[in-house]
């Protein structure tokens, strides 16, 4: 029971990039816990969030474990854009034929820090996978995304991808993703890539020859940067309304 409880630390691979002080003062229950979800077989189930919280907020764990069953669909879409330290970590087990689709957001000014954290295991051949995540960071904050995906032995024909790009948009912020592929089956398609850096000053030139003010183009930038998170939702109302959402996040943004 006392392993079960223990406090992860930076120390562990899985929480390099979390925030010191909060794991410290951290709940051993609260932070050791996972909800849980099963997808039946050739059904369907969402998990949209948007995670906000005060300026004086220390800062949340969410971590849910989802077994999605033959030919099942499960789909998340999720905005964080909370003070302190936000983590949301997702563990998703596929059968045979099944679809993981996860689109991920972070928005971040002041000294926060914020992370996705995903493992997706296929189970059984296949199934297939595709995440995207988008960070954008300013003052001193910080977003993440440690993605990891498995391929057991006989899970051929799966198809899995992860993509992680960032927006900095003042010098102190910073972003930090840990892609992972583990791979036992040989005949499979699995992709990352990962990119991070400022806003493409080209982009802007070009829309203020068309007469966009900067700060129009600026934001027009970071809109469409945040739209490809919500790209595959199959909802898309929801997916309007996070983007709304994580958009008026961005007033206190210097873009």
Excluded at 66 to 90: D, M, N, P
Excluded at 221 to 244: H, K, M, T, Y
Aim: glycine content about 10%.
């Amino acid at each position: 029971m006392s392993e079960a409880l223990a406090i992860p630390t930076t120390r562990d691979e899985d929480w390099r990039y979390a925030d010191r002080d909060y794991l410290a003062a951290a709940n051993p229950a609260a932070i050791n816990h996972w909800r849980t979800l099963d997808v039946p077989a050739g059904e369907t189930r969402v998990a949209h969030a948007a995670h906000s919280s005060g300026a004086e907020a220390k800062g949340s764990t969410d971590r849910l474990r989802v077994h999605v069953g033959k030919g099942g669909r499960f789909e998340s879409f999720q905005v964080i854009a909370g003070a302190g330290y936000t983590r949301c970590e997702l563990e998703v087990t596929l059968e045979e034929g099944a679809h993981f689709e996860f689109g991920g957001v972070t928005l971040g000014g002041g000294d926060r820090v914020q992370e996705f954290v995903t493992r997706v295991i296929h189970a059984e051949p296949n199934a297939t996978s595709n995440q995207v995540v988008r960070a954008v960071q300013w003052g001193r904050s910080t977003g993440n995304f440690l993605g990891r995906i498995e391929v057991v032995k006989d899970a051929q024909k799966t198809d899995a991808a992860q993509n992680f790009r960032a927006i900095l948009l003042e010098k102190g912020a910073s972003a930090n993703t840990k892609p992972e592929l583990e791979i036992f089956a040989d005949d499979v398609k699995c992709a990352h890539g990962a990119a991070i850096g400022a806003l493409d000053e080209s982009a802007g030139f070009y829309m203020a020859a068309r007469g966009i003010t900067p700060e129009v183009a600026r934001r027009l930038q970071v809109q469409a940067f945040i739209g490809d998170a919500f790209e595959n939702c199959s909802d898309p109302d929801a997916a309007d309304r996070l983007l709304e959402g994580a958009l008026e996040k961005l007033e206190g943004a210097s873009i």
